[in-house]
């Protein structure tokens, strides 16, 4: 089909759209509201709502203290299911657990102690927060240095600026795999290869790729990673995070946080702690399962919709969002910051704007939900399960209208919290 | 009343309990089931149930990422519950995130830091496996000395081992208010006190008080504590653990996990970590928001049923326990593995008896629940809000007859891993 801003494409492309039956897999409360925040908060599956109402009222309710019995095995049960269905990565090499901050915290410590005589950690200086903030704990922690390399807001990380800031010096590199303000992805084979090249670990922030990218961890001999799952996984608000750890590395790294989870033969409760063999000696404390219900019933789900199958629709979902970007919006003042190339772009997209802020308000007033990112960014991700091409149709037409009238004037400049 | 072995005794027992209301405030899916493991896992509350509910289907599937408007205040707002209803803890102390191990792991590690110049840690040689493990990896860490006071695991704490541990080397005391084993309570003041005057740092894990024993931390001067959500304070099955910083120390201590949700205005996403004022410094990553509606619901329900006529209660029932054991146990091979004085109680018991494992099983079978502790003990909560003095009657009446008839040596010797 040949593209064309009319409303009509839009409808054709969802006529051909193979994954449009899994829309009705979520709830849809709204039939007016258009979700593309699903790479900030994922949408509620319908079996999702039904299991976790399941585990509280039988599993808690009926079965209590007894539901241990198969609770106990859920966040490697998890883990590997979202291994198998995502990101590439044979059994065993996956755990559910904490939060993405505390996960990185255990992974780059642990990599760190392992590199010993190297104290150097790489990061960018346009990672997602929580990744830069943790790991410049972790290198004062240390007494290591946070080498920061430049990457553009717009564009990505650098092949260039981190080859030049790898030497022999450097202990780990941690970096995004899709960045979280505009979506660049960056190219996880040839970036792990150089940074084995020199010596150093790599290890994949997962956070704005898993669920609607690829992802090839054994594959690309990624020796460390971590994600989150209420994103595109749509496991729900603060469910718990992944991390995975190269079945080659699992011996050989010890993370600081030695909790009883973490302990072989838990329930001996020994007088020293002594790491549980695999993966397991990277949990903690005791998980929450009913995140952890949701990562399972999100990556199942996904998995039934097919990981290449979500990736095509998410290249062509960004893309109409360029198309549309550049047909209506390129004279009210939008830029688009996002890669262009499909091949070097996650799965949403972001439009740079003066008023950002306040347009990506007055969108929710209308019904449309993106969010805002400092510091002048609308940004949009149409989640390839559960978005129509209509839907963004629908929402670009309602962000031309918004900018052309200038009808988000009364809303006041100051940023929320939020969203 | 005069006690009494019959039946009657307990009968008029409940009668007089104006406590007994609150026991509708609960899911029995099961009526002839007896549940003495509140203090495992609690019970589900009427209300938490329908709020989980709400958070699933409204929040989450209505709301969608709106909904972090509100969500991002409920761990400091949770917290605020606990303190004001369960640990007396003035406002802004206690903030609902991660799980004990992360949450003991980032306060010890922060003393340590703090109390630069001194490099050991005390803590019990009978303390609950996480909390050993979890200073043990600490004291590797920081090159520090984890010394291990001895403690009868039947009686609780020593004050004389923990005098004679205590010296100017001494960082940090990190003990258990009631030990998970016996359910020997410490005396918080006197133990903080002697603590203090060997110019060291004070943390005590409520995981087995909080929600059954007043806790007084202001008053007592204590400096850090931690505890779990999932027991007394019926949260669900890995609902968030909580963590409390005296106001004093707030600015002075730093938490080595340096998160996104610990930063000041945390959405302007800063070029470096910049800890927030107060307790929120303590956050880490993005925050379970169902389970710590669970917290929010459970010490809601503990608040108006009180923590003084919940403690009265507890002595109740766990008197009640030995009286029945003394009478009716005694002569099948029974001890009771607890603390006589009510005082130093807290609200379960333990039974030591050499085929504890096989007993807790076939309980188990007879629908009375409590569960099995290491290496032979029988351990029963009767959590105050739920359990009828009845409760206790049948469930020793059972336990005798199982006991007498030797009716649980079918069941193999083999320990399983959870109840």
Same mark, same amino acid.
């Given at each position: 089909?040949?593209?064309?801003?009319?409303?009509?494409?839009?409808?054709?492309?969802?006529?051909?759209?193979?994954?449009?039956?899994?829309?009705d897999?979520?709830v849809?409360?709204?039939r007016?509201?258009?979700?593309?925040? $699903?790479?900030?908060?994922?949408p509620?599956?319908?079996?999702?709502?039904a299991?976790?109402?399941?585990?509280?009222d039988?599993?808690?309710?009926?079965?209590?203290?007894?539901?241990?019995?198969?609770?106990? !095995?859920?966040?490697?049960?998890?883990? !590997?299911?979202?291994?198998?269905?995502?990101?590439?990565?044979?059994?065993? #090499?996956?755990?559910v657990c904490?939060?993405?901050t505390?996960?990185?915290y @255990?992974? %780059?410590?642990a990599?760190?102690?392992?590199q010993?005589?190297?104290?150097?950690?790489?990061?960018?200086?346009?990672?997602?927060?929580?990744?830069?903030?943790?790991?410049e704990?972790?290198?004062r922690?240390?007494?290591?240095?946070?080498r920061?390399?430049?990457?553009?807001?717009?564009?990505?990380?650098?092949? @260039?600026?981190?080859?030049?800031?790898?030497?022999?010096?450097?202990?780990?590199?941690?970096?995004?795999h899709?960045?979280?303000?505009?979506g660049?992805?960056a190219?996880?084979?040839?970036?792990?290869?150089?940074?084995h090249e %020199?010596g150093?670990?790599m290890?994949?922030?997962l956070?704005?790729s898993?669920?609607?990218?690829?992802?090839?961890?054994?594959?690309?001999?990624?020796?460390?990673?971590?994600?989150?799952t209420?994103?595109y996984?749509?496991?729900g608000?603060?469910?718990?995070?992944?991390?995975?750890?190269?079945?080659?590395? #699992?011996?050989?790294?010890q #993370?600081?946080?030695?909790g009883w989870?973490? #302990?072989?033969d838990?329930?001996?409760?020994?007088p020293?702690?002594?790491?549980?063999?695999?993966?397991d000696?990277?949990?903690?404390?005791?998980?929450?399962?009913?995140?952890?219900?949701?990562?399972?019933?999100g990556?199942?789900?996904?998995?039934? %919709?097919?990981?290449?199958r979500?990736?095509?629709?998410g290249?062509?979902?960004t893309?109409?969002?360029i198309?549309?970007?550049?047909?209506w919006?390129?004279?009210?003042?939008?830029?688009?910051?996002?890669?262009?190339q =499909?091949?070097?772009?996650?799965?949403?997209?972001?439009?740079?704007?003066?008023?950002?802020w306040?347009?990506?308000?007055?969108?929710?007033?209308?019904?449309?939900?993106? =969010?805002?990112?400092?510091?002048?960014?609308?940004?949009l991700?149409?989640?390839?399960?559960?978005?129509?091409?209509? !839907?963004?149709?629908d929402a670009m037409?309602t962000?031309?209208?918004?900018a052309?009238d200038?009808?988000?004037?009364?809303?006041?400049a $100051?940023?929320?919290?939020?969203?």
């Amino acid at each position: 089909m040949t593209f064309s801003a009319d409303r009509s494409y839009a409808e054709s492309l969802d006529s051909a759209d193979e994954l449009s039956g899994f829309r009705d897999r979520f709830v849809h409360a709204d039939r007016d509201l258009i979700y593309l925040d $699903g790479n900030s908060l994922g949408p509620l599956p319908v079996r999702t709502q039904a299991r976790i109402a399941e585990v509280v009222d039988q599993d808690w309710g009926v079965g209590l203290v007894r539901s241990w019995n198969s609770w106990i !095995d859920m966040p490697r049960e998890a883990g !590997d299911m979202v291994a198998a269905h995502l990101i590439g990565a044979a059994p065993g #090499q996956v755990i559910v657990c904490d939060s993405v901050t505390v996960n990185l915290y @255990k992974l %780059a410590s642990a990599a760190l102690v392992y590199q010993h005589g190297r104290d150097v950690i790489i990061t960018d200086d346009d990672n997602f927060p929580t990744d830069r903030y943790v790991l410049e704990g972790i290198a004062r922690q240390h007494g290591c240095e946070l080498r920061l390399i430049h990457t553009d807001m717009d564009d990505g990380i650098s092949e @260039k600026a981190l080859s030049d800031a790898l030497d022999d010096r450097t202990a780990l590199v941690s970096l995004s795999h899709v960045a979280y303000r505009s979506g660049a992805l960056a190219d996880m084979r040839r970036l792990t290869r150089l940074v084995h090249e %020199a010596g150093a670990l790599m290890l994949w922030d997962l956070c704005h790729s898993v669920g609607a990218i690829p992802v090839e961890l054994d594959e690309n001999n990624v020796d460390l990673a971590i994600g989150c799952t209420y994103k595109y996984v749509n496991a729900g608000p603060g469910a718990p995070a992944f991390l995975y750890v190269a079945e080659r590395l #699992q011996d050989r790294l010890q #993370q600081p946080i030695w909790g009883w989870f973490g #302990q072989r033969d838990q329930f001996a409760m020994g007088p020293h702690y002594d790491p549980a063999p695999g993966i397991d000696a990277f949990a903690t404390g005791t998980p929450q399962i009913i995140g952890t219900v949701g990562v399972e019933e999100g990556a199942r789900l996904l998995g039934e %919709a097919g990981i290449d199958r979500l990736r095509a629709k998410g290249v062509a979902l960004t893309g109409y969002v360029i198309q549309l970007a550049d047909e209506w919006l390129s004279d009210l003042g939008f830029t688009v910051a996002s890669p262009r190339q =499909d091949g070097r772009r996650g799965s949403h997209v972001s439009l740079r704007h003066p008023d950002a802020w306040q347009i990506s308000q007055a969108l929710i007033r209308e019904s449309v939900i993106g =969010d805002y990112r400092t510091p002048d960014r609308v940004r949009l991700g149409p989640s390839p399960i559960s978005t129509r091409f209509t !839907d963004v149709w629908d929402a670009m037409d309602t962000l031309r209208q918004i900018a052309a009238d200038k009808s988000y004037t009364d809303i006041p400049a $100051g940023e929320s919290r939020v969203t």
